[in-house]
């Protein structure tokens, strides 16, 4: 039978291990806040459209026009569909313009869903907008954007 060694391990090692891990930690955190800068969540879009422009109309989106604590906003969105068999709304993404990474979810539908309707908290770095891309059965993309003023950042800010 293998025994484990028990080492204790003194203030000052502790401190010097956790002091390191904090600084790799700030690294990554680092490197993901750069991938918040405006072209992300343009090519985001982009990518998420194939290149289409989305029409304005079909997609509300609801929030606090003045959020005070960022950490949790909420979130309502809806898109205008009859949800039947061969019209649906598929999903809608949800995108924020200054938070570090610009995709924030996804919510997917099914014919059998009845509405093209979801409802999230999310977590806002700083004043920004925030867009709904709804993408229809038949293709074609729809959005709807808001702005939202944070007093407090929730990402850190």
Same mark, same amino acid.
Request: neutral net charge; hydrophobic residues 45%; proline residues 7%.
């Given at each position: 039978m293998s025994r484990m060694k028990l080492e204790i391990v003194d203030r000052r090692e502790f401190m010097i291990a956790s002091g390191a891990a904090a600084a790799l930690l700030a690294g990554f955190v680092g490197s993901a806040r750069a991938?918040? *800068? !405006?072209? *992300?969540?343009?090519?985001?879009? +982009?990518q998420l459209t194939k290149g289409a422009a989305p029409a304005e109309g079909k997609v509300k989106l609801e929030m606090p026009e003045i959020a005070e604590n960022g950490?949790? =906003? !909420?979130? /309502? =969105? &809806?898109? +205008? &569909? !009859?949800m039947t068999a061969d019209n649906y709304c598929k999903s809608i993404t949800i995108i924020s313009t200054e938070n570090p990474v610009a995709h =924030?979810?996804?919510f997917h539908f099914t014919p059998d869903s009845g509405k093209a309707w979801? &409802?999230?908290?999310?977590?806002?770095? /700083?004043?920004?907008e925030v867009w709904?891309?709804?993408?229809? &059965?038949d293709g074609k993309f729809y959005i709807g954007k808001t702005t939202v003023k944070v007093t407090v950042g929730g990402c850190g800010g």
């Open positions: 991938k918040g *800068d !405006p072209a *992300d969540e343009k090519a985001f879009l +982009e950490a949790t =906003v !909420p979130l /309502k =969105v &809806s898109a +205008e &569909s !009859p =924030v979810c996804t979801a &409802s999230i908290r999310v977590r806002m770095a /700083k004043t920004q709904a891309v709804a993408e229809m &059965s």
